[in-house]
């Protein structure tokens, strides 16, 4: 922005280059921070002047003059230079990405994507005017998400009450969200391998813990099924004596369902190492395995403190011994529209989470609307090993492994 070269290029080829650097973990706001006290020759009023001028180009063609003239003006009343910067990154990577082809060389690809005419956008969306401030300064096609939104539509309020008994495995009822139902049904009937099909016969579970209260957020697949714990331990739990404990695990489950859950497991302990148990013991390990999160357990951490900064948030909320592909015609679940929603409400409002991906990353991109993925993408650490999900150093790396561990003490 202040050098030759940068004036002599028109504003497509600078896109490109932007996009190209954002791609490769390019920070904008370090690099500014740092010329500006270089002693630069420009300011951060400056910057803020010409961040406003690219966003606003960005979105509209040159036809546009009068929306390009009142986004450059609301943008500069209403945003400072590191939200500006953060508003252009985002907008410019749902237009412009790279990814490594064949020998690492970078693919170029452009999404033509326009923002809707001001005037236009508040007729069709049935906005007033009092709304320009919150369409100019949000990424293009942003719709805003609140957790009281969240509580009021979530899908799993349907399902909740029936999370009471002592059946954690039924063999007269299913555990689905009416919604979903259509979809599920096509899919387990055409599937001819038995290890792809969806049981039903278990509670669904879309996230364990609350994640909208945990610090670090795992984007998992699907839960997997293990008869020796989904079947056996379950239908153990169900024996007389022992009934009282299923009751506690489907009253906690219930309470994870819409959002009440204190954490990953319950304070109360025979009821945490039963929820630990009929789910294999996965996260929190026992006397023959590790854990998958204990990697990151301080010594002498409480366990309760320890998980409750974690939730974790599946792909498809139903369980199956391996995953078995997409639904009909790519279509989604309804209760996996509204999983997309919550990761969009958590990574526009809640800036200290940290995502952690360990399995499916094509996915829930695909899944993501482009300006959540983008959004999120500087607090998201992908694992370096396709399908293994554990929280270790050659898993992560040195640096997000001890960044997690940061936040985990926090």
């Known amino acids: 922005m202040g050098c030759t070269e940068w004036n002599d290029i028109d504003n497509n080829e600078r896109f490109i280059d932007l996009a190209y650097a954002f791609s490769n973990g390019f920070d904008l706001v370090k690099c500014i921070d740092e010329y500006i006290c270089d002693g630069g020759s420009m300011g951060y009023d400056d910057v803020k002047s010409a961040l406003c001028y690219l966003i606003a180009n960005l979105r509209y063609s040159k036809s546009r003059s009068k929306d390009i003239e009142l986004t450059e003006i609301v943008l500069a009343d209403n945003l400072e230079f590191r939200g500006l910067a953060e508003l252009f990154r985002v907008e410019l990577l749902i237009r412009f990405s790279y990814s490594d082809g064949e020998n690492n060389k970078p693919l170029f690809l452009q999404k033509f994507i326009t923002g809707e005419p001001v005037a236009l956008y508040l007729d069709k969306h049935k906005k007033d005017a009092n709304s320009i401030k919150e369409i100019i300064c949000n990424p293009t096609g942003y719709k805003k998400v609140s957790e009281a939104w969240l509580k009021e539509n979530n899908p799993w309020k349907s399902l909740a009450p029936s999370y009471q008994g002592f059946d954690l495995y039924s063999t007269t009822r299913d555990f689905v969200v009416d919604d979903d139902r259509a979809l599920l049904e096509l899919y387990n009937t055409t599937k001819t391998a038995e290890n792809h099909k969806y049981h039903l016969e278990i509670p669904a579970e879309p996230w364990q813990g609350n994640p909208l209260k945990a610090r670090i957020i795992i984007l998992s697949l699907n839960p997997g099924w293990e008869e020796e714990y989904n079947m056996r331990v379950a239908l153990d739990f169900k024996e007389k004596g022992k009934g009282r404990i299923a009751e506690e695990i489907f009253m906690e489950k219930q309470r994870t369902l819409l959002f009440k859950a204190e954490g990953f497991f319950p304070r109360h302990q025979e009821t945490a190492d039963a929820i630990s148990l009929l789910g294999a ?6 006397d023959k395995k590790e854990g998958r999160l204990l990697p990151l357990k301080p010594n002498g951490m409480d366990d309760f403190e320890f998980y409750k ?56 991109k695909s899944l993501l609307d482009a300006d959540v993925w983008y959004k999120m993408l500087p607090n998201t650490i992908i694992s370096k090993h396709y399908r293994v999900q554990r929280i270790t150093r050659g898993n992560l790396g040195d640096e997000a492994f001890e960044e997690l561990k940061r936040v985990v003490v926090e």
């Open 281 to 286: 013991n996965y996260w929190r390990g026992d």
């Open 309 to 364: 900064k974690f939730a974790v948030v599946q792909y498809c909320a139903y369980t199956s011994k391996n995953y078995g592909g997409g639904f009909n015609k790519g279509e989604y679940l309804p209760t996996q529209k509204f999983t997309k929603e919550l990761i969009r409400y958590i990574a526009y409002n809640r800036p200290e989470v940290k995502f952690v991906i360990l399995r499916a990353e094509n996915k829930w």
